[in-house]
């Protein structure tokens, strides 16, 4: 047994680490044991967590199995990093069409928390890019599934938290791209309506939009971030990436009461003074936290919490500035705090996060009790606004709130596999 | 020939270290690599990914009995055959459980063959053929045999035979003037399934240590500790003096 714990580092937990390395094998070991698949454990909270329990891990069963160039077809093994594939198929001419905030997750991780990007209104969510994938469940079945083939096996997968099966294998489509390189655009906005302005007003233009937001402002004054794919060659080009670290965990949280506000203030004048288009390399752009290995260690021995909410577009507007006042009343928040409106696209997996209207991602140092009385008075505001908490972030929402933000859970439970248990679904399904 | 793709050849190609070494080497320019294991379903679909990975280069796949020496011998003359490579690693081994050998000898027996036996054996079949021409051999070593401790001896043993072969061929290829060079590799504890079971705080990541075999090989250094801070780490837990040793529950 090993101490493992998830990219919130709120805890770690003895776990029997079985690593799948053998594609072909994978099936036997899963017949007749309970545990929980695994990909590069860097969602926040407990959805990858099956403390006391055994986690197949799938990090080594991380091969190609087949690119097609000329389609931009791709088979490969669940436990492939993202990084990986772009890194290999960029020089075909070709990208993943939706990648979340880094790429250093796996593909199963990718497809179980059915992740999303900076450009959602055009291009969905990773499950829409899936042609299939193959399922290995604890009762020594094997099935193959795709958006056309069953279905419902497939659409119970796509943000399915691993809780239907260990993802073998997958077949995903990329994209076409004429090189790496983004024009983008940087607006500084005064407050949520400017933000909303915005937002609406690039739809049209702009393939990638995100905003940062100043959380202790209270009046959601930020920065909005839009780009589009450059139409600029030179494949082979890459930035030069000084990967720096965090080498050791800070006695306190860096991110705290002292550090935030001037941190806010300065990032907000500064990137206000270099507003404008600008070209940039899309893994720079894209995964700017990539190359600081165990950045999540600023945050302190207590770790930390990500809260992530998606409110309809109707509520919109109040939710989110009632969540930012209360989060600069509380006094707590972070560097990292995301607006983005989703695209009116719904998502295939019956338990998928996004859905049209708009989302909030801020990080928390963990403060114990404050934190949790923080995280309560925003549960009250989505559960309002009729919206919903991100399971891949998630490591404490009330069972209530995940039952009615995903009207879909029974549907869900039929293709549930019972030999497959996280901390997660013991503390809102019940097992 | 500058223009002739660089032929490599990895023993234990299964291996977690290997196959990432593999990787960087597709990823560079085009290589003639041939994969050896002993099993050919593995070895094809390690294969099958590389050649994704580096769509230039040719991968061949070859099984061998890995405790033959008759057949590792054929097997590096009949590649010899196609072309004396250019750099060879050899790459095998397996962690054994150290109570299970204590308690059954033909586990020690089979640890010590895996582990020490058969490595040496291939890179004897391997030097023969690349003495007169040059290249590069690494082997993979571990900072496990630089001094024996009770919590993995028959491994630690094993591979300080290891490290004893390489310093034996280094000294004879130098007497030889030979343009082939051996680089011993020490891996310190890597994050790979074969430490699965093992805490995994302070493990290295296992592409740090492959793109350090890597850089290692094309430099040519006689000994690679990977990453480079177990130089010092077993320099002083080599020196400690043994009432000190004794009492460390390593």
Redesign the interface.
């Known amino acids: 047994m090993?101490?493992?714990a998830s990219w919130g580092r709120l805890d770690d937990h003895e776990h029997e680490?079985?690593?799948l390395?053998?594609?072909?094998r994978v099936a036997a070991q899963v017949a007749g044991a309970r545990g929980l698949p695994q990909g590069n454990a860097r969602s926040y909270g407990d959805v990858c967590l099956n403390p006391g329990g055994r986690l197949w891990?799938t990090t080594?069963l991380d091969?190609?199995?087949?690119?097609d160039?000329a389609s931009g077809r791709l088979r490969c093994e669940a436990g492939v990093l993202l990084r990986d594939i772009q890194r290999?198929s960029l020089a075909h001419g070709w990208l993943l069409p939706v990648t979340p905030g880094t790429q250093l997750i796996t593909v199963g991780g990718a497809i179980a928390n059915d992740v999303h990007g900076k450009n959602h209104h055009v291009l969905g969510s990773f499950g829409d890019h899936v042609l299939g994938l193959t399922l290995a469940r604890t009762d020594g079945s094997v099935i193959d599934c795709g958006p056309e083939r069953q279905p419902g096996w497939f659409a119970a997968t796509v943000g399915g938290m691993g809780l239907t099966g260990v993802i073998v294998e997958a077949e995903l489509q990329l994209r076409r791209v004429a090189g790496p390189w983004l024009v983008t655009d940087t607006v500084p906005y005064r407050n949520l309506d400017e933000f909303f302005a915005l937002a609406d007003g690039s739809e049209a233009g702009w393939e990638q939009t995100v905003s940062w937001v100043d959380c202790l402002s209270g009046i959601g004054r930020g920065l909005f971030f839009r780009a589009n794919p450059a139409a600029i060659p030179d494949r082979a080009a890459r930035p030069e990436a000084r990967a720096a670290g965090v080498p050791f965990v800070p006695p306190v949280s860096l991110v705290n009461a002292l550090s935030l506000r001037p941190f806010n203030e300065t990032y907000f004048h500064l990137n206000s003074l270099k507003a404008g288009h600008a070209i940039a390399h899309f893994e720079k752009y894209n995964y700017p936290l990539d190359n600081l290995n165990d950045w999540n260690r600023m945050y302190g021995p207590r770790g930390f919490y990500q809260y992530q909410s998606v409110v309809p577009r109707a509520a919109g507007r109040a939710a989110v500035g009632a969540m930012l006042e209360a989060i600069k009343a509380s006094g707590q928040g972070s560097f990292l705090a995301v607006l983005k409106t989703f695209g009116d696209r719904p998502s295939r997996g019956m338990m998928s996060f996004p859905r049209p209207g708009v989302t909030l991602a801020l990080d928390f140092p963990n403060r114990g009790a404050p934190t949790l009385a923080l995280f309560e008075r925003l549960d009250a505001i989505v559960r309002e606004a009729g919206g919903r908490i991100y399971a891949a972030k998630d490591a404490r929402m009330p069972r209530d709130l995940f039952e009615s933000g995903y009207p879909r859970l029974a549907e869900f439970l039929e293709y549930r596999d019972p030999g497959i248990s996280s901390a997660m679904s013991r503390r809102l399904i019940g097992s | 020939m500058p223009d002739s793709p660089q032929r490599i050849v990895i023993v234990g190609a299964t291996s977690s270290i290997a196959e990432h070494c593999a990787r960087l080497w597709v990823a560079g320019r085009a290589v003639a690599l041939t994969l050896v294991g002993r099993d050919a379903g593995r070895l094809e679909r390690i294969a099958a990914d590389l050649r994704v990975r580096g769509p230039g280069s040719t991968i061949a796949v070859r099984t061998v009995d890995f405790a033959d020496a008759r057949a590792i011998r054929a097997l590096a003359d009949a590649l010899a055959h196609e072309g004396v490579p250019d750099q060879v690693l050899i790459a095998h081994g397996s962690l054994p459980d150290q109570q299970a050998c204590q308690r059954d000898l033909g586990l020690a027996a089979e640890a010590l063959e895996v582990n020490a036996v058969s490595p040496v054996l291939f890179a004897e079949a391997f030097a023969g053929h690349m003495e007169g021409k040059g290249g590069t051999i690494t082997i993979i070593g571990s900072v496990a045999g630089d001094r024996g401790r009770r919590s993995n001896y028959v491994y630690g043993a094993a591979k300080g035979l290891v490290t004893r072969y390489a310093q034996g061929l280094q000294h004879r290829l130098a007497g030889s003037g030979s343009a082939l060079r051996v680089v011993l590799v020490k891996p310190g504890p890597t994050a790979t399934p074969m430490t699965a079971h093992l805490p995994q705080r302070g493990l290295a990541p296992v592409e740090q240590v492959a793109r350090a075999i890597v850089q290692g090989s094309q430099a040519g250094k006689p000994v690679v500790y990977a990453p480079g801070k177990w130089a010092l780490i077993m320099m002083v837990i080599r020196h400690l003096p043994a009432f000190v040793f004794n009492k460390m529950n390593i």
């Open positions: 090993v101490r493992v680490l079985v690593p390395v053998d594609r072909t891990r080594s091969r190609f199995v087949d690119f160039p290999m």
